[in-house]
């Protein structure tokens, strides 16, 4: 007589339940797991990269940091912060993630055609003087005498501020991840999200290698943000960075000139140029911004012509920086996620509550980087933090 087969059981990998999981480990993702697991929060985060990584909007080296934040006051806490943070991380992995050597805004006398730039001098001038911060305003001569490798025009005006500088963008990131796997936070890369579901009240981020399940969700994933959900104040754009050879580099030193942001009357004819060299790219780095032409984290063309690199330093590159020649050393692709109004979106996802989306954009965010992802690790722990309410979608 023939004993009856057992049935087979059907196991089912359990879900991994933690206090804070991190969509997206770029310069806020980071940033949150770090503080997060620092404050002893069981953190899980995903990136299906590895950061440092050159496919979203953290990468290129550098990134300018300034205190006097000419794009409103609510942002100098964030900034004054994240200087401070970085410093302390510095410290903590004997690396140097902050040179603040001073900057140059450069900008029209009088009122600009462009919303975002307008009058950008004076407004940080207001600024600074709000929060106590110094800041000196030039005339287009003296910024020439000082400054001979930036052609200011007659009819522009000059504003330096010395303690602004350059903060290390990549060795923020990379940084910021060793400190926050020593801390105990679990940071799978490599790894896709796919959505967000629920489970027993709970948030379930879904991934090609597991889902886990948090009590609270912080999706910081910069240019793929919009697929996580329909946000029609989010955009993304292509943007290019350009590394020119200097006839003399050490004309560029980054000691004598850290920055230049220059705006003049449309977003079109916007520069930003870097002292050199910083790393490992022996070159001036430039860069133009577009917020016209949309496109999205898989359509973007990455690639930069010849036609390309041509064009850009004929229009932009010669007559406004002296000492540059036309060899483009190195180009690199980023992706801006803007807003509509092009300051920040940080709030809760309309479907849950206990999920928050970050999108600290539209090209200015990185200084404010590290004090926003303190910030939203402090709240996840349910501890005091800087203010985020500026930031939330009701205004739109």
């Known amino acids: 007589m023939s004993l009856p087969q057992p049935s087979t059981v059907v196991t089912m990998p359990a879900v991994r339940v933690a206090d804070l999981a991190v969509v997206g480990l770029g310069a806020f993702g980071a940033a949150v797991a770090y503080h997060a697991a620092a404050l002893g929060l069981d953190v899980v985060g995903f990136d299906r990269h590895r950061p440092p990584h050159e496919f979203g909007s953290s990468h290129a080296e550098t990134r300018v940091t300034r205190l006097a934040v000419g794009e409103g006051a609510h942002y100098v806490p964030f900034v004054q912060r994240s200087h401070e943070l970085w410093r302390e991380i510095g410290a903590a992995t004997d690396t140097v993630l902050l040179h603040d050597y001073g900057g140059l805004i450069i900008a029209p006398a009088g009122v600009s055609d462009d919303d975002r730039w307008g009058n950008f001098v004076e407004d940080t001038a207001v600024v600074a003087s709000g929060a106590g911060i110094e800041f000196e305003q030039l005339t287009a001569a003296d910024a020439r005498s000082r400054f001979p490798n930036v052609l200011v025009g007659d009819d522009e005006i000059v504003g330096r501020e010395p303690t602004a500088g350059i903060v290390m963008a990549e060795k923020v990131v990379a940084a910021q991840l060793d400190l926050a796997t020593a801390a105990g936070a679990e940071l799978r890369f490599g790894s896709t999200v796919s959505g967000l579901s629920r489970s027993k ?14 009590r609270h969700v912080v999706i910081a994933a910069g240019a793929w943000a919009p697929t996580f959900h329909d946000v029609d104040q989010l955009c993304v754009t292509r943007q290019v960075v350009f590394w020119f050879e200097a006839d003399d580099l050490e004309t560029w030193r980054p000691d004598q000139l850290s920055f230049v942001i220059w705006a003049r009357k449309s977003i079109d004819e916007y520069l930003g140029a870097f002292g050199a060299p910083w790393g490992g790219i ?23 012509s010849p036609g390309e690199i041509a064009a850009f330093y004929e229009r932009m590159v010669k007559p406004r920086l002296a000492g540059l020649t036309p060899n483009c050393v190195k180009a690199s692709v980023c992706l801006y996620t803007n807003t509509t109004d092009d300051h920040f979106l940080i709030d809760s996802h309309p479907e849950h509550l206990d999920v928050t989306v970050v999108s600290a954009c539209s090209g200015h965010g990185f200084k404010h980087s590290a004090a926003i992802g303190e910030a939203l690790a402090r709240r996840a722990a349910g501890q005091d933090h800087l203010d985020l309410s500026p930031f939330d979608r009701s205004r739109f």
């Open 201 to 214: 009240g709970r948030p379930v981020v879904r991934t090609s290698d597991g889902d886990v399940a948090a």
């Open 282 to 304: 022996p070159a001036v780095k430039v860069l133009g911004e577009q917020f016209v032409e949309t496109t999205t984290p898989d359509a973007v063309d990455r690639t930069v």
